[in-house]
Protein backbone atom coordinates (compact mmCIF):
# COMPACT_ATOMS: atom_id res chain seq x y z
CA UNK A 1 0.00 0.00 0.00
CA UNK A 2 0.88 3.40 -1.16
CA UNK A 3 1.93 5.23 2.45
CA UNK A 4 1.99 8.98 2.13
CA UNK A 5 3.05 11.08 5.58
CA UNK A 6 1.94 14.35 5.72
CA UNK A 7 4.81 16.35 8.13
CA UNK A 8 2.53 18.04 11.09
CA UNK A 9 5.06 20.41 12.89
CA UNK A 10 2.29 21.72 14.99
CA UNK A 11 2.23 24.34 12.81
CA UNK A 12 -1.27 25.01 11.35
CA UNK A 13 -4.54 22.96 10.93
CA UNK A 14 -3.76 19.88 8.94
CA UNK A 15 -7.07 18.61 8.76
CA UNK A 16 -7.79 20.07 5.21
CA UNK A 17 -4.57 18.42 3.90
CA UNK A 18 -5.23 15.25 4.70
CA UNK A 19 -8.82 15.27 4.02
CA UNK A 20 -8.04 16.49 0.23
CA UNK A 21 -5.27 14.15 -0.20
CA UNK A 22 -7.73 10.81 1.33
CA UNK A 23 -10.29 12.22 -1.24
CA UNK A 24 -8.21 11.35 -4.05
CA UNK A 25 -5.68 8.73 -2.88
CA UNK A 26 -7.58 5.37 -3.60
CA UNK A 27 -5.86 2.37 -1.45
CA UNK A 28 -3.12 4.97 -0.42
CA UNK A 29 -2.89 5.67 4.00
CA UNK A 30 -2.61 8.80 4.80
CA UNK A 31 -0.68 9.63 8.04
CA UNK A 32 -0.40 13.03 9.49
CA UNK A 33 2.25 12.43 12.26
CA UNK A 34 5.49 14.26 13.81
CA UNK A 35 7.05 11.25 14.23
CA UNK A 36 10.46 11.42 12.15
CA UNK A 37 10.72 7.25 12.02
CA UNK A 38 6.88 7.75 10.21
CA UNK A 39 8.17 10.33 7.49
CA UNK A 40 11.24 7.44 7.06
CA UNK A 41 9.11 4.93 6.43
CA UNK A 42 6.59 6.70 4.12
CA UNK A 43 6.82 6.26 0.33
CA UNK A 44 5.90 9.90 -0.39
CA UNK A 45 6.21 12.89 1.76
CA UNK A 46 3.77 16.19 2.01
CA UNK A 47 5.30 19.43 3.56
CA UNK A 48 2.49 21.75 4.38
CA UNK A 49 2.54 24.81 7.16
CA UNK A 50 1.22 28.06 7.93
CA UNK A 51 2.44 30.48 10.41
CA UNK A 52 5.11 32.63 10.31
CA UNK A 53 8.92 31.27 8.76
CA UNK A 54 10.93 31.48 12.58
CA UNK A 55 8.40 29.73 14.33
CA UNK A 56 8.06 27.04 11.60
CA UNK A 57 11.76 26.28 11.63
CA UNK A 58 11.97 25.85 15.50
CA UNK A 59 9.28 23.74 15.56
CA UNK A 60 10.44 21.46 12.99
CA UNK A 61 14.23 21.55 14.91
CA UNK A 62 11.84 21.21 18.12
CA UNK A 63 10.28 18.03 17.03
CA UNK A 64 13.29 16.03 15.86
CA UNK A 65 12.12 16.39 12.48
CA UNK A 66 14.92 18.45 10.45
CA UNK A 67 16.92 15.50 9.00
CA UNK A 68 13.94 13.58 8.46
CA UNK A 69 12.55 15.91 6.27
CA UNK A 70 15.99 16.65 4.02
CA UNK A 71 16.34 12.58 3.85
CA UNK A 72 12.79 12.67 2.34
CA UNK A 73 13.34 15.51 -0.17
CA UNK A 74 16.49 13.77 -1.29
CA UNK A 75 15.26 10.39 -1.91
CA UNK A 76 10.86 10.39 -2.53
CA UNK A 77 8.28 12.33 -4.17
CA UNK A 78 8.21 15.04 -1.90
CA UNK A 79 5.40 17.77 -2.15
CA UNK A 80 5.85 21.05 0.03
CA UNK A 81 3.13 23.56 -0.01
CA UNK A 82 2.85 27.34 1.24
CA UNK A 83 5.23 27.53 4.02
CA UNK A 84 6.80 24.31 3.40
CA UNK A 85 7.73 25.93 -0.32
CA UNK A 86 9.15 28.61 1.57
CA UNK A 87 11.48 26.45 4.35
CA UNK A 88 13.57 24.44 1.47
CA UNK A 89 15.09 27.98 0.49
CA UNK A 90 18.50 29.55 2.03
CA UNK A 91 17.23 32.24 3.88
CA UNK A 92 13.91 33.99 4.78
CA UNK A 93 13.94 37.94 5.41
CA UNK A 94 10.69 36.90 7.60
CA UNK A 95 12.97 37.00 11.21
CA UNK A 96 16.25 36.76 9.12
CA UNK A 97 16.34 33.20 9.53
CA UNK A 98 17.92 30.23 7.57
CA UNK A 99 15.87 27.50 5.83
CA UNK A 100 16.84 24.03 5.13
CA UNK A 101 19.02 24.83 2.19
CA UNK A 102 17.53 22.08 -0.36
CA UNK A 103 17.40 25.21 -3.17
CA UNK A 104 19.24 27.98 -3.18
CA UNK A 105 17.53 31.33 -3.14
CA UNK A 106 15.85 33.79 -0.59
CA UNK A 107 12.12 34.26 0.53
CA UNK A 108 10.96 37.64 0.46
CA UNK A 109 8.17 39.86 1.87
CA UNK A 110 6.36 41.31 -0.77
CA UNK A 111 7.34 45.03 -1.70
CA UNK A 112 4.88 47.55 -0.33
CA UNK A 113 6.13 49.85 -3.23
CA UNK A 114 5.33 48.14 -5.89
CA UNK A 115 2.17 46.78 -4.33
CA UNK A 116 -0.49 47.84 -7.01
CA UNK A 117 -2.84 46.38 -9.55
CA UNK A 118 -3.07 47.16 -13.02
CA UNK A 119 -5.70 49.79 -12.65
CA UNK A 120 -3.27 51.40 -10.19
CA UNK A 121 -5.41 50.40 -7.06
CA UNK A 122 -3.94 49.43 -3.87
CA UNK A 123 -2.88 45.66 -3.22
CA UNK A 124 -2.91 43.72 -0.22
CA UNK A 125 -0.48 42.19 1.94
CA UNK A 126 -0.85 39.39 2.80
CA UNK A 127 -2.03 38.01 -0.57
CA UNK A 128 -5.16 36.49 -0.10
CA UNK A 129 -7.31 34.94 -2.56
CA UNK A 130 -7.82 33.12 -6.03
CA UNK A 131 -5.01 33.89 -8.51
CA UNK A 132 -3.89 32.22 -11.68
CA UNK A 133 -0.48 30.40 -12.07
CA UNK A 134 1.31 30.31 -15.20
CA UNK A 135 2.75 27.06 -15.51
CA UNK A 136 6.50 27.43 -17.06
CA UNK A 137 6.85 24.08 -19.35
CA UNK A 138 5.52 20.47 -18.71
CA UNK A 139 5.24 18.77 -15.62
CA UNK A 140 3.58 15.67 -14.20
CA UNK A 141 2.03 17.76 -11.49
CA UNK A 142 0.44 19.49 -14.30
CA UNK A 143 -0.93 17.29 -16.10
CA UNK A 144 -5.01 17.81 -16.73
CA UNK A 145 -4.39 21.55 -15.74
CA UNK A 146 -4.72 24.18 -17.81
CA UNK A 147 -2.17 26.82 -18.07
CA UNK A 148 -3.33 29.90 -15.69
CA UNK A 149 -6.05 27.91 -14.20
CA UNK A 150 -6.41 29.75 -10.34
CA UNK A 151 -5.67 28.33 -7.32
CA UNK A 152 -5.65 29.50 -3.64
CA UNK A 153 -2.88 31.75 -1.99
CA UNK A 154 -2.47 32.86 1.52
CA UNK A 155 0.94 35.01 2.15
CA UNK A 156 3.12 37.80 2.54
CA UNK A 157 6.46 36.35 1.16
CA UNK A 158 7.52 34.35 -1.78
CA UNK A 159 10.11 32.46 -2.89
CA UNK A 160 13.18 34.29 -4.82
CA UNK A 161 14.99 31.26 -6.43
CA UNK A 162 18.77 31.38 -7.64
CA UNK A 163 18.35 28.94 -9.93
CA UNK A 164 15.84 30.07 -12.60
CA UNK A 165 15.56 26.53 -14.04
CA UNK A 166 13.93 25.71 -10.77
CA UNK A 167 10.87 27.68 -11.78
CA UNK A 168 7.66 25.78 -12.29
CA UNK A 169 5.34 28.45 -12.19
CA UNK A 170 4.69 32.01 -12.07
CA UNK A 171 1.70 34.33 -10.70
CA UNK A 172 1.40 38.14 -10.86
CA UNK A 173 0.70 40.11 -7.60
CA UNK A 174 2.12 43.28 -7.80
CA UNK A 175 5.15 41.56 -9.84
CA UNK A 176 5.48 38.50 -11.31
CA UNK A 177 6.93 36.18 -8.16
CA UNK A 178 7.87 32.30 -8.56
CA UNK A 179 4.43 30.27 -6.96
CA UNK A 180 5.72 26.37 -7.78
CA UNK A 181 9.19 24.89 -7.79
CA UNK A 182 10.48 21.80 -9.14
CA UNK A 183 13.33 19.48 -9.54
CA UNK A 184 13.88 16.00 -9.70
CA UNK A 185 11.62 13.91 -6.73
CA UNK A 186 10.55 17.09 -5.34
CA UNK A 187 7.18 20.05 -6.33
CA UNK A 188 6.50 22.53 -3.67
CA UNK A 189 3.86 25.62 -4.42
CA UNK A 190 2.83 28.53 -2.63
CA UNK A 191 -0.70 28.53 -3.24
CA UNK A 192 -3.05 25.87 -0.65
CA UNK A 193 -4.17 22.63 -3.47
CA UNK A 194 -6.50 21.75 -0.45
CA UNK A 195 -8.11 25.02 -1.14
CA UNK A 196 -7.84 25.19 -4.44
CA UNK A 197 -11.35 23.14 -5.94
CA UNK A 198 -11.01 21.14 -8.70
CA UNK A 199 -7.20 21.98 -9.68
CA UNK A 200 -6.07 21.50 -6.58
CA UNK A 201 -7.63 17.67 -5.95
CA UNK A 202 -6.00 17.31 -9.72
CA UNK A 203 -3.05 18.49 -8.16
CA UNK A 204 -2.76 15.80 -5.01
CA UNK A 205 -3.85 13.06 -7.60
CA UNK A 206 -0.74 13.63 -9.94
CA UNK A 207 1.44 13.81 -6.81
CA UNK A 208 0.08 10.04 -5.36
CA UNK A 209 0.58 9.12 -9.00
CA UNK A 210 3.92 10.56 -9.42
CA UNK A 211 7.06 8.35 -10.61
CA UNK A 212 9.87 10.97 -10.85
CA UNK A 213 12.87 9.87 -12.23
CA UNK A 214 16.62 11.17 -10.86
Known amino acids: M??????DYGMGNLRSVEKAIEHVSGRSEVIVTCDPGVVRGADR???PGQGAMPDCIRELEARGLHAAVLEAAASKPFL????GQ????DHSEEGNVPGLGVFRGEVRRFP????FAADGARLKVPHMGWNEVRQQGAHVLWDGI???ARFYFVHSYYVDPAERAIVAATTDYGLPFTSAVARA??????FHPEK???AGLQLLSNFIRWQPSR
Open 185 to 190: NIFAVQ
Open 196 to 198: SAE
Open 146 to 148: PDD
Open 86 to 89: QMLF
Open 112 to 115: EALM
Open 2 to 7: NKIAVI
Open 45 to 47: VVF
Open 80 to 83: GICI
